[in-house]
């Protein structure tokens, strides 16, 4: 079956860094887009950024582009989430997700068929 597992969250102070890695099994890793979802207290589930499976090509939310970067390694089967000058906003549970499809469809929001979520990993970022 489809596993998710993440990694790498942690606390954190403003302007700080953080690397999330998330390790896919039980599918074929490098035919699928892979994404990230955060959800904060009270509020909805949102998505962060997604990397395709065939070009590479990446996409970021507003509030994170220019501070995040996804990336992969196939042959580890693992994104990762690159996060720099965090910001206190930038708190929240960060979620892994399988794409359903080669092409990114994560940006849509959460509702979608993905084929797997990982168990999520907690950022906090504060003084």
């Known amino acids: 079956q489809v596993q998710l597992v993440e990694s790498g969250g942690g606390l954190v102070q403003p302007g700080g860094s953080l690397r999330l890695s998330c390790t896919g099994s039980?599918?074929?890793?490098?035919?699928?887009?892979m994404g990230w979802f955060r959800q904060a207290p009270g509020k909805e589930r949102v998505a962060v950024s997604c990397?395709?499976?065939?070009?590479?090509?990446?996409t970021y939310s507003d509030s994170v582009k220019g501070r995040f970067t996804i990336s992969r390694d196939n042959a580890k089967s693992t994104v990762y989430l690159q996060m720099n000058n965090l910001k206190p906003e930038d708190t929240a549970v960060y979620y892994c997700?399988?794409?359903?499809?080669?092409?990114?469809?994560?940006?849509?929001?959460?509702?979608?068929?993905?084929?797997?979520w990982g168990q999520g990993t907690q950022v906090t970022v504060s003084s």
């Open positions: 997700v399988t794409d359903w499809a080669s092409t990114c469809t994560v940006m849509n929001g959460p509702t979608g068929p993905y084929v797997g």
């Open positions: 039980g599918f074929t890793f490098d035919y699928y887009s």
């Open positions: 990397i395709s499976s065939g070009d590479g090509s990446t």
